[in-house]
Structures are given as C-alpha cells and as structure tokens.
T-cell receptor, first 113, second 115 residues
Framework: AQSVAQPEDQVNVAEGNPLTVKCTYS??????LFWYVQYPNRGLQFLLK????DNLVKGSYGFEAEFNKSQTSFHLKKPSALVSDSALYFC???????????WGAGTKLIIKP | ETGVTQTPRHLVMGMTNKKSLKCEQH?????MYWYKQSAKKPLELMFV???????ENNSVPSRFSPECPNSSHLFLHLHTLQPEDSALYLC??????????????FGPGTRLTVL
C-alpha cells in the first residue's frame, strides 16, 4: 500500500540556521513526490516536485529537496531559515499508476528569531 | 493567489441546516478536487471530477453531495451534518489528472463548524 510518513510533528529552528523537514514514502512503482506549504488561514501552496532525473530538486522560496531512492526519502531543506518560513509543510506521493495523491500528516515548522 | 477561489471562507451551521460550498478555478484546468483537512491528519480526498465527470468518491457519507456543472466550478452541498464534520474543506484543481506529475493548486479553504 502507498504511504507517506512525516516523522516529526514539529521542527524548531533558529533563524539563519539550516532546516530539514523529513519525509519517507512507500509506493509500488516509480514515485512522483511533492512538497506543499500551508500558511495560517491559507490553502496549500506547491513548493516543488520530483519526477525524474537529478535527485536534488529546487523549488520556491529557496527550498530544495533531495530524493533518495535507497532510503525512500524526500527531505525538504533550506540552507538558511527565515522567520517567514514558519508554516505547516506537507509531503505527498503518487505512483505512475494512480493519480491520487497520498499525503503525510504535516510537519509544523517554527523558526525562532 | 493560486487562481482557485472558495466561498464562503467561514461557515457555521446547525445539524439540520443545508448549505453549499463553492469553488471556482481560473486556471483552465480539467480536474477539480474536494479535500477535508482535520488537525494533525493527512488530507482526506473526498471527490475528484475530471472534465465534469466524477471519477472518485472516497466512501464519503451521502450527507456530502458534490456538483460540477463545468470544468471551472465545483460545489459541495451539505445537509444534516454531524459535529465531527467540522474541518477545513479545501478545493483544488489540476491539469490532466491522468498525468501523475501534475501538481494541484489549492483554494484558501472553507472553515466549517457544525454545532
């Protein structure tokens, strides 16, 4: 069965430090992986996706994510966190045979000044 | 803004009321979705429409009734809801859902409270 795990409910990072939000997945075929962000009282916004090719994917607002097939992971990263990055982050996966997205439960990212 | 609008943004209703949520997308997409978002849980896909045809109904109770008159508009009709139906209801759209790598674009959501 397809699944996504975001092992951390909350991640706390000091402003200016690097951040990582973790995501692991399980699919039967080749994965298509997505990260979305949700700011308070807003809908989800697409950040980046992995389809194929280079394992390091760059997205909006300086975020990037690294696809690791052997570890079935797709961790979201940013070299230097901003207070404005504080939000809820969702990882999602889909395999090529199913157009439904499977979502993680979300990770709350708190960036402290 | 993402090009997907939802109204109303907030809704409080009693269990015997009937109300409707509206979603409109201005992106020229073919597919539209309703999701339910509850705190600390993964998004729950409720319905999918592709070219106005319902292609997915994830065992949603009949008190939720979707309607998709055209590819740009999507409604969710609500009646005799339960308090556990209180949640954020998100609408999304995407280009051809048959292409698995297409991302979805979300509206701001309707915060529903059932008393």
């Amino acid at each position: 069965a397809q699944s996504v795990a975001q092992p951390e409910d909350q991640v706390n990072v000091a402003e200016g430090n690097p951040l990582t939000v973790k995501c692991t997945y399980s699919v039967s075929g080749n994965p298509y992986l997505f990260w979305y962000v949700q700011y308070p009282n807003r809908g989800l916004q697409f950040l980046l996706k992995y389809i194929t090719g280079d394992n390091l994917v760059k997205g909006s607002y300086g975020f990037e994510a690294e696809f690791n097939k052997s570890q079935t992971s797709f961790h979201l990263k940013k070299p230097s966190a901003l207070v404005s990055d504080s939000a809820l982050y969702f990882c999602a996966v889909r395999d090529g045979s199913n157009y439904q997205l499977i979502w993680g439960a979300g990770t709350k990212l708190i960036i402290k000044p | 803004e993402t090009g997907v609008t939802q109204t109303p943004r907030h809704l409080v209703m009693g269990m015997t009321n009937k109300k409707s949520l509206k979603c409109e997308q201005h992106l020229g997409h073919n597919a539209m979705y309703w999701y339910k978002q509850s705190a600390k849980k993964p998004l729950e896909l409720m319905f999918v429409y592709n070219f106005k045809e319902q292609t997915e109904n994830n065992s949603v109770p009949s008190r939720f009734s979707p309607e998709c008159p055209n590819s740009s508009h999507l409604f969710l009709h609500l009646h005799t809801l339960q308090p556990e139906d209180s949640a954020l209801y998100l609408c999304a759209s995407s280009q051809d859902p048959g292409l698995s790598y297409n991302e979805q674009f979300f509206g701001p959501g309707t915060r529903l409270t059932v008393l």
